[in-house]
Every structure is written in C-alpha cells, then in structure tokens.
C-alpha cells in the first residue's frame, strides 16, 4: 500500500503558501480539504505532525485555521517529509524466522542498509528544495500547459 502522507503534507503546505503569497494566510480545515479534494477530517490528522514541527500554525475558533509558522522559503520539503512520515521507514523488509540459507538470514540487514541509503539520498534531494521553490515550479508548470 502506497503511503500518501507526504504528498498529501506537501500539497497542503503549498496550498497554504500560495494563500500567504495572496494575502489570505489562515484557511481552515475545510477549505483546505476542498482544494485538496479530500475530506477535513484527513487535513487535520496531516496537520498535526506539522504543528507539532512547528511548520503550521493552527488556531481554534470561527476565524481559525492553519497558517505557515513561518516563511515558504524558510521551509524545506525535508522539513514536510520527516514530520509526515515520521519514524516509518521508506520501505520495509519482509520479515521472516531465521533460516539456514545464507542469503535469506542476511536479507534483514542488507536491505536495512539500502533503505538507509535511500532514505539519506531522498532526504538529500528534499533537503535542497524549499516550500517557495515548490509553489514557483507548481507555477513554471501552469504556465507551460496549453490552455483549452
């Protein structure tokens, strides 16, 4: 099963951006959850992680809602995805018993050292990468696609 949490992290901190950019920094749950075509129930357990981080701020009450702690370009995507997928691994292994074949006995390790390895590289790339990047390359690509 595919996990989405980052992605679905990710595309509300840029959705929250780009209301800050437009001067409407506070949007609720539910207005959130309309841009994002899901359900608010869902963005507020993904903002949880993200206050937590001190990324989002969340305020209760009739004009409440999330805002961005702090500035996009202040925020790396590295940011967004250690706090959305928290301590869960990049991939898991196949757990088994101990077995006589040499290979599957070592399988738990070796694989153990590439998901480290492909974590460090994700991490990497995302850690190059901030929220205001994001936001001006979701617009290169709104300005490149044909219009109907």
């Known amino acids: 099963m595919l996990d989405i949490r980052f992605s679905s992290s990710l595309t509300a901190m840029l959705i929250l951006a780009v209301a800050e950019e437009e001067g409407n920094p506070t949007l609720s749950s539910a207005q959130l959850a309309e841009r994002m075509d899901t ?77 480290a390895e492909a974590e460090r590289a994700v991490l990497d790339a995302l850690g190059d990468r901030t929220l205001a990047d994001g936001v001006r390359e979701l617009r290169r690509f709104d300005r490149e696609q044909p219009r109907q």
């Open 39 to 115: 359900n608010a129930s869902l963005v507020r357990k993904l903002l949880i992680p993200l206050t937590r981080a001190e990324l989002v701020v969340c305020t209760k009450g009739r004009a409440g809602g999330a805002r961005l702690a702090r500035p996009a370009e202040e925020i790396t995507l590295a940011e967004i995805y250690r706090c959305s997928a928290g301590d869960k691994p990049l991939w898991n292994c196949r757990s088994g018993d101990e077995h006589d074949c040499r290979i599957a006995a070592n399988t738990q390790a070796y694989f153990a050292e590439l998901t």
